[in-house]
């Protein structure tokens, strides 16, 4: 250090004088509100696709070589946070060098002198001796003070008082707690993840997708959503809760079951699991259509094109069947789950064989969700599926969890009662010294009351003031006590 | 029968009757009209006031679901803001015995009240999830509290334009305003309450945010003009400190900051969209 300052003292004391000096902050702190606005101005992570529809393609390159995109975590700005960090960490180095002695005294000194001359001292006069009011002067001066001292001087007594001299230290906790909060935030930002996880009912699962990257990530235990449950206020669309029942699987064992809605998350490990969103299941598996497995029944529904008449036959797969009107025979050859005609899906189908007489047999397809596609085939015949009655499909929901882990959260909440404690203290204690001195003079004595504060010299000046009306009123029935001895 | 609205609307009134007297007592010097000024001011506090918890129990009797602290929409929060800016103001016009704030402040709650009967949905709704939090109501009432103290030390800071300005030109009218050090003093103390509630506001609506929407920061617009508005009036205090900062350049930056608080506010809601607009929080 010392040598450093030797050999480029010029440099090393401006940086610091720079980096330390509250110009910078002032500045800093205008130009962090200034460059926030744009973010607020220019949507934040949008789709590429979204920024040239709203700027342009030059003006996205323009956006992107900025960093614009991602503004509060570009370079710049995180720049200018650290910044900020450094500077409040060089001042406060800086302040504390000084201001250490001060705070951190054995036995404050008081310069009686430069308190006798203090344009807001209050001058009292007193019937009585200084020597008579010594202790009662004591008990009223210092009720309330922590440090508090009799010094004798010519002809009567000073007493001395202080308190709050600690308050000196709020400002100080309100700088660190900027420098908290920013460690706090890299930690979550970096040692955190953040992410979605939709999960149907009744089933598990240990996979989200990262928010930010969209990559998927595995958790270390696995989530099963054991029921989910939305309800709706009366007669409306507002949502009133929505409620999981979650439990955790670690290991192939259950190690806990939770209920969660919305703002009361579910902690495991560190890792929060919230309520943020839900949806119904529709159409995952076809509702028309039976799954993997055709059943052993089928209804179809047989319109003759030429008399207009529509039949209802029940036909069982690999068994012929004989068309009314003798319009041929149909076999069922197979089911196909997902059927596709010239490239087109159609879902679940069953491919069938039509044999007309003195006809070619043809195989047709018949989709399950499109009873009219037989007709494009412009035969004798239309066929169509009576699809199965949709079993009361019992409505299935999938609860939407957001799975966050940051590690830093205790630490920026450190940093949030550093700073509201650190406030209270810097702008409503302060650090108070007083000073009551009583001379002989005369039959009676001369007071004076005297003080200084660091902060809020009007407040101060009132408690002077009425400290001083105590004293008189101790006076005053000294005097009388003394007269009617 | 729901009658909060109806006593509110009347209060609206109020307000700006007592800022009508506030200014004429003010101009024309008549003390008496000041006094009464005060005491119509007080009957619109003590009628919003009213009207905020006849408003918390008329959503009780809508049915113990739909009952909530009303401080949960647009319009509630500029009702709670309008009663915090009187009950500032007046406290402020007892200590500093002078009756001068209210000219300015006094309009204030009247067009915080006024633009709230502008809100297109003042019915008493049942809360949506993310709403049910005791974080919402600490963080509705903190920002608040702050809001009124800037808005205070804005009225404050107007008097002491206005009052230097009278003082340099030649013609000096001698208005009735405290003096110069003391409007100064007053809005630095204002500034410093207002910052203490809105870093409360911040604290409280970032832990909040946490547990509904499991980040305590996401950089919407609304957080993020609460952070400008933060910086600045963060500024203006070191500003004052250890610049020295005095008198106009201060009435000047808590000006400036109080129309960052406006934009806050009002402004995101209008341009800017984001988590907080109130309505989209359905999710
Ligand atoms: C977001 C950033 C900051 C905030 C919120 C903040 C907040 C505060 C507050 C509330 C006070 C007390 C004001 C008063 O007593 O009226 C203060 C004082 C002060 N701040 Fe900051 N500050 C910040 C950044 C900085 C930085 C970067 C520096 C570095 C130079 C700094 C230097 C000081 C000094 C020297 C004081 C006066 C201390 C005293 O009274 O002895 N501040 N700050």
Redesign the interface.
Known sequence: MEKTTKITPGYAQSLWRFLSS??L??VL??C??GL??I???IP?NISPQDYVRLYGLSGYRLLLLLDIVDM?RSWWFVGLLLLLVVNIIICSIDRLRVGWQVIFVRDPKFDLEQYRRRKNAISLESGTPADHLRDVFMRIVTRGYGFKRLIPIKGGFAITAERGRWTRLGVYFVHLSIVVLIIG?YIGSKFGF?GFMALPEGEQSATIELNRTHQTYTLPFEIRCDDFKVTF??GGQ?????RSNLAIIEGGQEVLRQQI?????LYYKGI?I????YGRLDNETPSFGWGQQAPQEIKLSIQSVASGIIYDRTIKPGEPLQLPEGLGQLVIERYEAAATFQNMALGPALIATLTRPAEAAQTITLPLKFPKFDAMRRGAVIISVVPPKAAPAEERFYTGL?V?Y?PG?WV??TG?IL??VG??VV?FMSHQQVVIEAVNRGNGCHVLVSGKANKNQ?GFQMKLQRMAERLMAAMESNETEGAGK | MIYNSLILSIVTFIYGLAGVIYLFAWIFRKEGAAKLATWVAVIALVGNTAGIVLRWIESYQLGS??GHAPFSNMYESLVFFAWTIAVLFLLVEKRYNNRTIGAMAAPLACLALAYASFSPDKSI??L???L??NWLIAHVITCFLGYAAFAVAFAVSLLYLVKSKDEKSESNAKLHIPPLSILD?LTHRLV??G??FL??GI?TG??WA????????S?D?KE??S??TW??Y??ML??RM??GWRGNRIAVLSIIGFLAVLFTYFG?NFW?SGLHSYGAL??
Request: glycine share 4%; hydrophobic share 50%.
């Open positions: 509250l110009k902050t002032v702190l205008f962090l509100a926030s606005v973010g607020t101005l934040q509060y935030g953040e206020y009366e507002r949502p009133k809760e929505f809605v919305v703002n009361a998350p929060g919230y309520q943020s969103s957001q966050v940051d959260v920026v909440y949030f700073m509201l406030c209270i702008f009007m | 679901e739909t709704q049942p949506i999830p993310a049910k939090s003093e410093m309450f910052f203490l870093t409360a604290i970032a832990v946490k547990q509904a929407w499991t980040r305590y920061w950089w617009p993020t003009w952070l400008i910086f600045i963060a500024a070191h500003l250890m610049r995101v800017l359905s999710q």
